[in-house]
């Protein structure tokens, strides 16, 4: 989350280039560098943690900075502690650790409304809250029939890449609603779109590399896959945005779109 510092210049001894027509631009180095050194800072548009990792690392749903402390995270992996129920741990490490533990946050702070996501401050939990949460945010739904949670559910039956997308597109409606609605109807949504237009726009179903499981799938019943598992999820996403009080925008900008 938060905002991308402009970079109107490389920084030396990198150059950004045109790594291929599917993968867009990419930085690349025009000289050694040393262990450490830092090429590049600024803060992400949207963090998303894998879904391999997650199983592995209760991290924060926003920055993602691991939560806790190294004990309680070994607590996690070994199946003495449940994320949904945290405790604090009754061990701690013989040993000093070294300054990268610092990384860990003390603090753990849930989503006031009870939906199960783990932030590392007040911070992080307002500026998701403002940049995507208060839209995917499950936690005040009386059923699980309603749209968004069956989006969710499809996501974690399918493939969890789809909350990321769903992320993205509640970010720019989240960008859209923030700016005054006295300007012009297409120049916010140009203002919203602006920061995703330089990535790849090419449909996820033409570049997505198929995983190791389903390497079984010929191209086309892969791509058939995608845009089955894609059009359920947008059509959900959809549903819940429309019964949100973002609903008379919403509808005007997906039109437009």
């Not at 830092?38 to 939560?67: F, T, W």
């Not at 995507?132 to 059923?143: P, Q």
């Not at 203002?191 to 190791?212: E, L």
Request: charged fraction near 25%.
């Amino acid at each position: 989350g938060g905002r991308p510092m402009p970079i109107t210049a490389p920084p030396q001894g990198v150059e950004i280039r045109n790594i291929s027509p599917c993968r867009g631009r990419g930085v690349v180095a025009t000289k050694d560098f040393k262990k450490g050194d830092i090429l590049i800072k600024e803060k992400p548009l949207l963090a998303y943690q894998d879904s391999a990792n997650v199983p592995l690392l209760l991290a924060c749903g926003h920055c993602l900075r691991p939560l806790g402390c190294v004990e309680l995270q070994m607590d996690i992996l070994k199946g003495d502690c449940d994320p949904a129920n945290l405790e604090a741990p009754s061990w701690k490490l013989p040993v000093q650790l070294p300054e990268e533990s610092k990384a860990f946050s003390p603090e753990v702070l849930p989503c006031s409304m009870g939906c199960g996501a783990m932030y590392c401050g007040k911070t992080c939990r307002d500026e998701a809250k403002n940049d995507y949460h208060k839209f995917l945010c499950v936690g005040s739904l009386k059923t699980t029939e309603a749209p968004l949670y069956q989006f969710k559910m499809h996501a974690l039956r399918n493939n969890l890449d789809l909350i990321f997308a769903g992320k993205v597109l509640v970010n720019i409606v989240a960008r859209f609603l923030s700016q005054d609605p006295s300007i012009d109807f297409e120049k916010r949504a140009q203002v919203a779109k602006r920061p995703y237009m330089s990535f790849v726009k090419k449909k996820w179903w033409d570049i997505a590399v198929k995983p190791k499981h389903l390497l079984h799938l010929s191209n086309e019943q892969f791509r058939k896959m995608m845009v089955e598992q894609l059009t359920t999820s947008y059509t959900l996403l959809s549903q819940a945005l429309k019964e949100s009080k973002s609903w008379p925008t919403y509808t005007r900008y997906t039109a437009n779109s």
